[in-house]
């Protein structure tokens, strides 16, 4: 029902012309890629691309529109924002795969997990996850605001343990998924809720 709200809410904004022709660009990006992620006969799943198109588009790309709905413009801020939470996004993904990497290897689905090998992909993990931090470190160097950014200092203990979790994992330690997985989750939501709280409180 919410959904259907907001739906409703942009739809009266289309038709009233209120939305700003930069916000038309993200939406004319936005909706074919979420719509071929999974549909054929792109399934971008399937192509070793979709999981980063996944993580543009739930954590860069709906913040852009939701930012040029209101503003009609762009901001560099908004890049040094979100880039990190991209990342985080993306390495949440590749950690959701591990578990489910010898089903799909037998199902021969073609994640990016499949498509680089276990150990690859777990090194492509640990290197988004680095990444992100220097991604954040440089936001600050660039102008990101230093409220925003001494936040997100919380999430860097969980980024490094996710890390070392991994490792254990590829060198052949018994997994604890849930740990895993979990852990994949609360990086990525705290860094998305303390990026927020601190453009929120400023």
Request: proline share 5%; net charge positive; hydrophobic share 60%.
């Amino acid at each position: 029902m919410a959904l259907a709200f907001v739906a409703l809410l942009l739809t009266t904004m289309l038709i009233r012309g209120q939305v700003p022709g930069l916000a038309w660009v993200i939406i004319a990006l936005v909706l074919p890629a979420s719509l071929f992620y999974s549909a054929p006969p792109v399934r971008l799943v399937s192509t070793g691309y979709g999981e980063f198109v996944a993580a543009l588009i739930v954590s860069a790309l709906v913040p852009t529109l939701a930012f040029t709905l209101q503003t009609g413009a762009m901001h560099r801020i908004l890049f040094l924002a979100t880039a990190p939470l991209v990342l985080f996004n993306f390495a949440m993904i590749l950690a959701f795969e591990v578990p489910d990497y010898a089903t799909d290897l037998k199902a021969s689905k073609r994640t990016l997990m499949v498509r680089l090998g276990w150990e690859n992909g777990m090194r492509l993990h640990d290197a988004t996850l680095i990444g992100a931090i220097l991604v954040l470190v440089a936001g600050v160097l660039l102008g990101m605001p230093a409220h925003v950014s001494v936040g997100l200092l919380i999430v860097l203990p969980l980024a490094a343990a996710q890390v070392w979790q991994m490792g254990r994992v590829r060198r052949g330690a018994r997994p604890n998924w849930i740990l895993l997985t979990g852990g994949a989750v609360a990086v990525f939501t705290l860094a998305a809720y303390l990026t927020f709280a601190g453009f929120a409180t400023s």
